[in-house]
């Protein structure tokens, strides 16, 4: 079994250093352990410390394309959208799609929401009740989580659960239907071995990543195989293991 893609990483265009390396460090280390491709996918724009800026787009598609003619690695360009309000939106502008070839999408704390009460809601409720959520709340983030799959052509769901619970069945399965993959994260998994296995058995794809912050991690996914293994996750459910997913992003 392995990892031919990691398509969620990130470098220093994420803001204040929270990405420690390069693109072209990424992509060297990605060469290294014979990894056939990569995603550089900085924090959305509306992270208040960690975002990516809209300015930096070109010097990005520029360093990309350095990475990959110095490394022969195939680097995607791409970014871990934040959802930013209970109505589905994401960071995430027309124009913006001109720079990318992945979309990720995933819920993070200590981003500017759409509205004050979005951001109570969102980021200090989950915060204080990550573990035994109420009704109301398990209910409001699902919704929100549904409507940004039924908005934005988002090609992975990041870390589901981490930080804003979810029914997990119910987006399962409507990324199932959009064609959207959930993640296995190399550092953390937040489903049951029930739900994984329920959400296999209903033919939900899956997508494996390290979530690097620094370069040596590009690749690292221990956690995430692990847990294929020991549940037996049929791994023509799994798109980047052995083979090599195709991404398109869907406007309109």
């Known amino acids: 079994m392995i990892l031919l893609g990691d398509y969620h990483t990130h470098t220093k265009y994420s803001g204040r250093n929270h990405g420690k390396g390069t693109i072209l460090e990424n992509a060297s280390v990605a060469l290294n352990k014979g990894i056939k491709q990569i995603a550089i996918t900085e924090h959305g724009f509306n992270h208040k410390f960690f ?37 589905g939106d994401i960071d995430i502008l027309e124009e913006d799609f001109e720079y990318l070839d992945i979309l990720l999408m995933g819920h993070h704390k200590m981003v500017k929401m759409n509205s004050l009460k979005e951001f109570w809601q969102f980021t200090v409720v989950n915060s204080l009740s990550p573990f035994a959520p109420s009704k109301e709340q398990l209910n409001r983030n699902t919704t929100a989580f549904l409507k940004a799959l039924d908005k934005y052509p988002i090609d992975i769901i990041t870390h589901l659960n981490y930080g804003c619970p979810t029914d997990t069945l119910s987006v399962a399965r409507m990324a199932r239907d959009k064609g959207t993959l959930i993640e296995l994260n190399g550092k953390r998994v937040h489903f049951t071995d029930k739900e994984l296995e329920i959400m296999a058995s209903e033919g939900v794809k899956f997508i494996v990543n390290s979530d690097a912050h620094s370069p040596e991690r590009v690749g690292e996914c221990n956690t995430a195989m692990n847990t294929i293994f020991r549940l037996d996750i049929p791994l023509s459910q799994v798109v980047n293991v052995d083979k090599l997913p195709k991404f398109t992003i869907k406007r309109g």
Request: charged share 30%; glycine share 8%.
């Open 51 to 87: 975002g990516v800026k809209r300015k930096e787009l070109p010097a990005m598609k520029e360093d990309i394309l350095n990475a990959k003619e110095v490394t022969g690695v195939d680097i995607l360009m791409g970014v871990e959208a934040n959802l930013i309000s209970k109505s």
